[in-house]
């Protein structure tokens, strides 16, 4: 993968440049689908629209709680870009894609992982809707499964959709526009 920041815009942008096909890159980010949510707080909110998320890039995670992974290498990914980037005008969200083990990732564990990963962040909770297979989130963003990384720029363009970000990397490159 390689990252490159955008020298004819004055708004810090990042555009991610990616040598595989797992990702999906397209003009515009489509709007969360995602209908179970907690805020920040840990009480349950309405559905979460990106433009929630202020007006500059944004980073969305995608687990399960049940997913070894996302709590060996996601969440820790995830506390290190939110504790660098939120105060840089960075918005996140994380999301729950029930696409199996639906009677342990369940609504309740959104507050057990923003409380053990101290996000004060929305969390979401997306099981796949009556006669689909997937979860929205996983089907609108061509999502392959958990751990699972999406970003968006300030132009609402995906830029990034992966399993392995480099955080220390993406954050640096912010730092250097």
Known sequence: MTYHDSAHHNSPRFFIALEDQMSMLEPQAPDLRVQKWIGADGESTGPLKLSDLGSGPKILF?????????????????????????????????????????????????????????????????????????PTFMEDYRTRGTPWFSIIDAGGRIVFSDFHLDADRIVKDLELV
């Open 62 to 134: 995608a687990f399960q709680h049940w997913c070894r992974g996302c709590h060996v290498h996601g969440f820790p990914t995830l506390q290190r870009l939110h504790s660098a980037l939120s105060p840089r005008g960075v918005g996140f969200a994380v999301i729950q894609t029930v696409f199996e083990g639906a009677d342990e990732n369940t609504f309740e564990k959104l507050r057990v992982n923003q409380l053990e990963y101290a996000l004060p962040v929305a969390f979401g909770h997306d099981e796949p809707l009556v006669g689909a297979t997937l």
